[in-house]
């Protein structure tokens, strides 16, 4: 297993927030993650000041380099904070895994960890989290979370480009009333 790179500090049956244990160790847009028993896809990152309304401000003008900026300032990593969202995609009970959202919501303070290899090729046998993705109210556009999932997933795969054929196939068949938004996502898989 994966070290634990955050904790849930909100949650629904729809998705999860996490806050990161280090600055900006963000997972990448699209990254499977797991908490518990719960998958989800990571939909949204921020790093802003902790305390909310509250912006930092400028602190490098007379500095060298942005390491400097918290080295003159150590209390910057106290005062920040890295998160994400996830958009729940399944949930594992026992040996199977379930392609839709789970029955109850993460737990809170539950830790999150990026899935390995063989985790996410074991995932991403099955195609349903999909139309998970396609439907939910999401801050990044849809195209841009399902193409940066897929790409992430093909990392894994023994034959990407397979991966990625049969993954537009099953897009085609979900988005066959919307081919603007096919192509788009189909467009942004590097299909080689």
């Known amino acids: 297993m994966s ?17 990161c ?9 699209g990254a499977l993650v797991k ?5 989800g896809i990571v939909c ?11 912006k930092p401000i400028a602190r490098g003008r007379d500095e060298a380099s942005e390491a400097a900026v918290y080295e003159s ?11 994400f969202t996830a958009s729940a ?3 594992q009970d026992g040996n199977k895994i379930y392609q839709y959202l789970p029955p109850q919501p993460a737990r809170i303070h539950g830790f999150i ?25 999401l801050t990044a556009p849809t195209e841009e979370l399902i193409a940066a999932a897929l790409r992430q997933m093909s990392g894994v795969q023994e034959d ?23 192509k788009n996502i189909l467009g942004r898989l590097k299909i080689k």
Do not use: W
Not at 21 to 29: D, G, M, S, T
Not at 160 to 169: D, I, Q, Y
């Open 160 to 182: 990407s480009h397979a991966f990625l054929v049969a993954a537009g196939k099953e897009l085609a068949n979900l988005l066959s009333n919307d081919f603007i938004k096919l």
């Open 35 to 39: 908490t518990g028993d719960i998958y």
């Open 44 to 54: 949204h990152a921020e790093t802003a000041g902790m305390e909310p309304g509250r």
């Open 113 to 137: 960890y990026l899935c390995q290899p063989d985790e996410v090729k074991e995932f991403s046998k099955n195609f349903g989290f999909l139309n998970i993705l396609i439907n939910a109210a």
């Open 3 to 19: 070290p634990k790179i955050a904790e849930v500090i909100e949650a629904d049956t729809a998705s999860f927030v996490a806050q």
């Open 89 to 91: 995609v399944g949930y």
């Open 21 to 29: 244990y280090e600055l900006y160790e963000l997972p990448p847009l």
């Open 73 to 83: 300032s150590p209390q910057l990593l106290k005062l920040l904070r890295s998160e």
